[in-house]
């Protein structure tokens, strides 16, 4: 998901309970970190949730940041689940949801990767850095036009620019990850949807550090059925 002062482009849930470092690897160049979650899935651990963290130039455009991490993320499946499995996945990211998935969202600097082979899954990640731009009236108009009226009204409650951007991104977040799970592509908010969505399991992603402290840069949503 991006979103500028302009434009709008592709929870804070319980305490994290203690539990060990996530686990670091390389490939490629990239930095792959497992995630964690507020509280699993019931299915869990047939969902998966990855944080990968290309090498980035200076002069890289976002487009090429995107490609490199999307080709990042087609290597790690198929290291974690063979060429052909890998292969089969893939070609079902934009097909209707089936007992296999495989979710993929890209900000600047960070990548987060699911799949599931128990259900479909949608995951979406949000950099507050790139909302420091949007006033809060411009955070609110897109929540009310995307979000509806109470995920509006509740970016407007938020006193200062830190916390309505945090609002607004939580509930983006959680917006996106449903769609993607649901196979949807982003529209206006229309009130018959609520249903449907509501009925998404969702849960936040967590992007950590090496020393497993949680990022406050990233925020990072997961949905499944």
């Known amino acids: 998901m991006t979103v500028t002062a302009h434009h709008v482009g592709e929870r ?14 390389k490939l490629g160049g990239a930095t792959v970190q497992d995630c964690r979650t507020d509280t699993p899935p019931s299915n869990w651990p047939a969902v998966q949730v990855l944080a990968l963290f290309p090498p980035r130039q200076p002069a890289d455009t ?9 080709m990042h993320a087609r290597q790690v499946l198929v290291q974690r689940l063979g060429a052909t499995a890998a ?15 495989v979710s993929f969202s890209h900000e600047v600097g960070a990548s987060l990767l699911a799949w599931s082979t128990s259900g479909a899954v949608g995951v979406d990640l949000v950099d507050l850095d790139g909302l420091a731009r949007a006033s809060q009236q411009e955070l609110t108009a897109t929540a009310s036009l995307y979000l509806g009226p109470e995920a509006a009204a509740a970016v407007a409650a ?5 916390a309505s951007r945090l609002a607004f991104a939580l509930r983006w977040c959680s917006l996106e990850a449903r769609l993607k799970c649901l196979g949807l592509e982003l529209d206006e908010w229309q009130s018959g949807l609520d249903g449907e969505l509501g009925r998404i399991a969702t849960v936040r992603v967590y992007v950590e550090s090496v020393y497993g402290q949680v990022s406050a840069r990233w925020i990072g949503c997961l949905a499944w059925r």
């Open 62 to 70: 976002l487009a090429i940041e995107r490609a490199a991490a999307r």
């Open 87 to 101: 292969a089969s996945w893939l070609q079902r990211r934009r097909e209707a949801r089936g007992a296999q998935s």
């Open 12 to 25: 804070i849930g319980a305490e994290v309970a203690l539990a060990p470092l996530p686990a670091l690897s």
């Open 158 to 162: 938020a006193p200062l620019a830190p």
